[in-house]
């Protein structure tokens, strides 16, 4: 567009020119003149005014085009002012400016100077597993001539895709010793070192994590490290935000490690009690059956899983480690390759605690009975002196209760408060909302009864309410968002103790809660339909609703 009004302007003004030179005159018309007190400018690359340029006609009216849109023109009087905007590239920049009076012309030559260079690379340290990776570096810069150099021996296992924007880097697998290398951005006289770590391959097959659930993080990374591990990753904890369903995570560390089967390690920490959780390995290329084969059992035999074993019918690995009391299981993912965890042993009881005299099955049995509807349950409170202090409408169904809390009468305490869960979703023969009882909420006034609480924070089941739990028929099935699951396929239930807080029950006290849950399919197809994760979802978001802390 510039351009287009630059030629135009001049057209336009040659033409008046020509046709004020057509025009009968008594006198002779005088030829224009035009001079400039300078042709050719040059402008900082901060932008800004260039040197004033005295314009001289014998034109009554002159005009001056730049033929660029970061350039501008000022006219006062007989002075020509240049004005340019900031040039931040990393090159000069160059530009004319058309001055025309009458039928005759001048150009002045601009140059502005390029900026300083600019060249950012992100990141600046790379590490990779033996296995070998491709990594994607970032690089900012205002010059187009950046270039990225790699030494001859580095060339051999790194090589190099330059883009526009970013270079890919495609690192070899590695199975010799630990290497490392120094490459280099550069544009001018300006360059960024890039240091690419690679984990060798050890003498070992296998490798055994950092086994203390109280580790502290400076020792752990000193553990790795003097194994030949570099780190690959470190995330924070962090809080979450639970109001919108975004959990909170524990701080986590992955290293590359030396191993041949195990190329990298994951250490997940706890987000309440900052204790190591779970430590995580993916092996190259194995299945679980593969790593028996290898030798792992027998590898986690000689380092104290004792009792550690494959099991031919689930096609898993299992152990307890006899000093640490981390356990080790290792199954297939869905690609058939092994994941192995080794799970941290839960926190020393501080002291004994006092349980149950006998199993608190409570109202569990209405689970499935379809007479329990929330009028009959409401019949059975009512008798039973309970007192309904707060209830919820199904939105989808009108007319229907979803959730129905009743604070039973004191003389039953411990026992506190019950939250019962209705099924609007299954119709009975009518089309009408079955209504019956789908989960039981039950909230004891003395958390001691099941749980205790590890430094004023997350609380843990009691050894006395899990031999409880062992000793009427329940097993423990899985561990998932922090609740732990129990089964008893005798009564076809399933409960999960834990200790916890709401704020409408006793102002946010600890209290102990059991939610239960009928389950008719056993132990096998409960894990296998992803039934527990569903479950623990659904338990997570009714206690965010219930206020629990």
């Not at 006219?75 to 025309?100: C, F, K, M, W, Y």
């Not at 194995?286 to 590898?299: P, Q, S």
């Not at 009881?349 to 009975?369: A, H, I, R």
Request: net charge neutral.
């Amino acid at each position: 567009m510039k351009h287009f009004n630059y030629l135009t302007a001049f057209a336009v003004t040659l033409l008046l020119g020509l046709f004020a030179s057509c025009t009968p005159k008594d006198t002779e018309v005088e030829e224009a003149t035009l001079s400039l007190s300078a042709t050719a400018v040059t402008i900082a690359n901060a932008g800004g005014e260039a040197q004033a340029i005295t314009v001289t006609t014998n034109q009554a009216k002159w005009n001056a085009i730049s033929n660029v849109e970061w350039l501008k023109t000022k006219i006062a009087g007989n002075t020509l002012t240049i004005v340019a905007t900031p040039n931040q590239s990393g090159a000069d920049r160059a530009a004319e400016v058309l001055v025309v009076a009458g039928a005759t012309n001048e150009k002045i030559s601009v140059v502005q100077s390029a900026a300083d260079i600019v060249l950012e690379v992100s990141p600046e340290n790379i590490v990779v597993t033996n296995a070998g990776e491709t990594k994607l570096i970032s690089v900012k810069s205002n010059s187009a001539t950046w270039t990225l150099d790699i030494d001859e021996a580095a060339s051999a296992w790194i090589k190099k895709t330059v883009f526009k924007d970013f270079i890919q880097l495609d690192i070899a697998p590695n199975d010799g010793a630990a290497r490392e290398t120094k490459i280099y951005a550069k544009s001018g006289k300006t360059q960024k070192e890039i240091v690419v770590q690679q984990a060798g391959m050890g003498n070992n097959k296998f490798v055994l994590p950092y086994l203390v659930a109280d580790a502290k993080q400076y020792d752990l990374i000193s553990y790795e490290t003097k194994k030949g591990s570099f780190l690959l990753g470190y995330s924070p904890k962090t809080d979450g935000v639970p109001m919108f369903g975004i959990p909170a995570k524990g701080a986590n560390y992955t290293f590359a490690t030396s191993s041949e089967i195990f190329p990298s390690v994951f250490y997940l920490f706890d987000t309440d009690t900052d204790r190591v959780k779970v430590v995580e390995y993916v092996a190259k290329k194995l299945d679980t059956k593969g790593l028996e084969t290898e030798g792992f059992v027998n590898f986690l035999k000689e380092n104290g899983f004792e009792n550690a074993k494959y099991d031919d019918k689930s096609k898993r690995i299992n152990g307890t480690h006899k000093d640490s009391g981390f356990t080790v299981v290792v199954g297939d993912s869905k690609e058939k390759v092994a994941i192995v965890h080794f799970n941290a042993p839960k926190p020393k009881q501080d002291k004994e605690y006092p349980t149950f005299d006998k199993f608190p099955y409570d109202n569990s049995s209405m689970l499935g009975d379809l007479q329990y509807t929330a009028k009959k349950v409401e019949e059975v409170e009512t008798a039973a002196k309970s007192k309904k202090i707060k209830f919820a409408r199904d939105d989808k169904n009108p007319g229907y209760d979803k959730i129905n809390i009743y604070e039973v009468d004191a003389s039953k305490r411990p026992l506190h408060t019950r939250y019962y869960f209705f099924d609007n979703e299954k119709k009975g023969a009518d089309g009408k909302p079955l209504n019956n009882v789908e989960e039981l909420l039950v909230v004891w006034d003395k958390v001691n009864l099941g749980a205790w609480e590890y430094n004023g924070g997350k609380f843990f089941l009691t050894k006395e309410f899990i031999e409880l739990l062992e000793k009427e028929g329940f097993v423990f099935l899985k561990e998932a968002n922090g609740l732990d699951f129990y089964y008893n396929a005798t009564k076809k239930l399933m409960v999960v103790p834990r200790g916890t807080r709401f704020k409408d029950v006793l102002d946010g006290a600890p209290v102990f809660a059991i939610n239960y849950f009928a389950f008719d399919g056993g132990s096998s197809a409960v894990t296998s339909q992803g039934w527990i994760e569903q479950i623990a979802d659904r338990i997570i978001k009714q206690d965010r609703a219930l206020g629990a802390k």
